[in-house]
């Protein structure tokens, strides 16, 4: 968007855009803004929360279904293996129904000697967008440190498709923080090949 004092992310930008709308009479007037002007003004703020609400709201009803959804795969797809592995040793079991159930892995496209996953990484605000490839893995664990940090922290668990978003605050506000990420490719629960490159982002409102 034009100008660095609008924000990017939809939740900032909401609120911008209702202190706009509730404080505009007042400083417009003392600026000198004539009453056409002060509505040309809020019709253009009210055409942005027209659109802008809905999604925040979206997101906010997303985030809170997606809030144990980590810890819940990460306990139960354990049970799925188990149950996997002992029907493919069925003496019925036959290559065909592992290819219809999709319980064949993707393990032999991996060389773990060369096989790494690719990243890369967007400031969104206090938001960093994370995309990339994944080739050959089912899925990847990406992690976060903070420039000059020596130990990585988890952010994401076996993430099936990108985008990935890092939405940690940083330490202080007032400070842009570079932040770097990294990632590792998963099957079957468990990681496996070369690490990505590490990737930079700076974090800073």
Not at 55 to 66: A, E, F, P, R, S
Request: aromatic share 6%; charged share 25%.
């Amino acid at each position: 968007m034009a100008g660095d004092y609008i924000p990017r992310s939809y939740t900032n930008l909401q609120q911008w855009l209702q202190i706009q709308q509730t404080d505009l009479a007042e400083v417009g007037a003392t600026l000198g803004m004539t009453d056409t002007e002060q509505a040309a003004y809020l019709a253009s703020v009210q055409r942005l929360l027209d659109k802008v609400v809905p999604i925040v709201d979206l997101t906010h009803q997303l985030d809170q279904l997606k809030a144990d959804f980590d810890a819940i795969l990460a306990a139960e797809v354990p049970t799925l293996h188990l149950h996997v592995r002992r029907l493919k040793t069925h003496a019925g079991y036959t290559p065909s129904i592992g290819l219809r159930m999709h319980w064949v892995g993707e393990r032999h496209e991996i060389d773990p000697e060369a096989s790494q996953p690719v990243i890369i990484a967007t400031t969104l605000g206090l938001r960093v967008r994370i995309e990339g490839t994944k080739p050959g893995f089912e899925a990847v664990n990406v992690y976060m440190r903070r420039k000059g940090e020596v130990t990585w922290v988890q952010i994401a668990v076996r993430k099936r498709r990108y985008p990935i978003y890092d939405e940690i605050p940083p330490l202080n506000l007032d400070i842009p923080e570079i932040r770097e990420y990294l990632c590792r490719g998963v099957v079957d629960d468990e990681e496996i090949g070369l690490p990505s490159p590490v990737v930079e982002a700076v974090v800073a409102r």
